[in-house]
């Protein structure tokens, strides 16, 4: 099944700007999932994503079940490891750290998740992941022992994200990390999506709807909001 990914094609070739909502099952109970899926059926997400840095895998599969019997939105996965694979959801963003140079993120995880995902039929989608500085450490850089590239390097970033599509990456992810102080800088969002034909996925420390729409007009086919969403349910409305 290729639709996911299609579907994200399609909508940038139609400029309809998408927003992924992430949420982390560590902070996530079951029984508040009801309340949560409400208010996410009511926002303009277009897309669930779950995953987390450090999050164990435990009850992933149930947590999907529960919010596929409420809501229509494709579910992908975003993985910190490959313990937080699940065959419940559609698909899977396969990430390949490119900013950090630990070989754990670059290869050695995704070799460990082949035989897991070969029992499943979620969607694969390679995902080129760029950590960009943020003004303070964040559970990404902590959790995969790599340090963001510099922000106020476009440059760098943009050829860090075109190495990412010509080594066959189908999305490109600039991360500014969870509750960053700092998103990533529009200049660069900018910067990037000029360079790259893939689609640009931003997130990280975005919690205004100005935010939102500032990524977008610098070039962001898809925002992930995760902290403001999380703190506010009301955030969108
Ligand atoms: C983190 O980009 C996402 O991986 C979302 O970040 O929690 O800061 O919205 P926030």
Request: net charge negative; hydrophobic share 40%.
């Given at each position: 099944m290729e639709n996911n990914y299609t579907n994200i094609l399609e909508a940038k070739s139609r400029n309809q700007k998408l927003v992924a909502l992430l949420l982390d099952p560590d902070k996530l109970?079951?029984?508040?999932?009801a309340a949560l899926v409400l208010k996410i059926n009511q926002s303009p997400a277009t897309h669930i994503f779950i995953g987390g840095s450090s999050f164990d895998g435990t009850h992933l599969d149930e947590l999907i079940v529960l919010l596929k019997q409420k809501t229509s939105l494709p579910i992908l996965l975003f993985p910190g490891n490959p313990t937080q694979i699940s065959a419940e959801a559609d698909g899977i963003l396969f990430l390949q750290l490119l900013s950090g140079r630990n070989p754990d993120y670059l290869i050695e995880y995704q070799i460990e998740a082949v035989p897991i995902l070969e029992k499943t039929n979620l969607e694969i989608i390679s995902t080129g992941y760029i950590l960009i500085e943020s003004g303070s450490e964040t559970a990404v850089e902590r959790v995969s022992k790599t340090k963001p590239l510099d922000r106020n390097n476009a440059d760098y970033v943009s050829q860090t994200a075109k190495a990412g599509e010509i080594i066959g990456n189908r999305l490109i992810y600039l991360e500014a990390g969870s509750g960053a102080l700092n998103a990533v800088p529009l200049e660069m969002i900018t910067v990037v999506s000029k360079r790259i034909s893939v689609p640009l996925i931003v997130g990280g420390g975005i919690r205004s709807k100005k935010g939102i729409d500032d990524a977008f007009n610098a070039g962001a086919d898809m925002v992930v909001i995760g902290t403001a969403f999380e703190n506010d349910l009301n955030f969108f409305d």
């Open positions: 109970a079951n029984d508040s999932v």
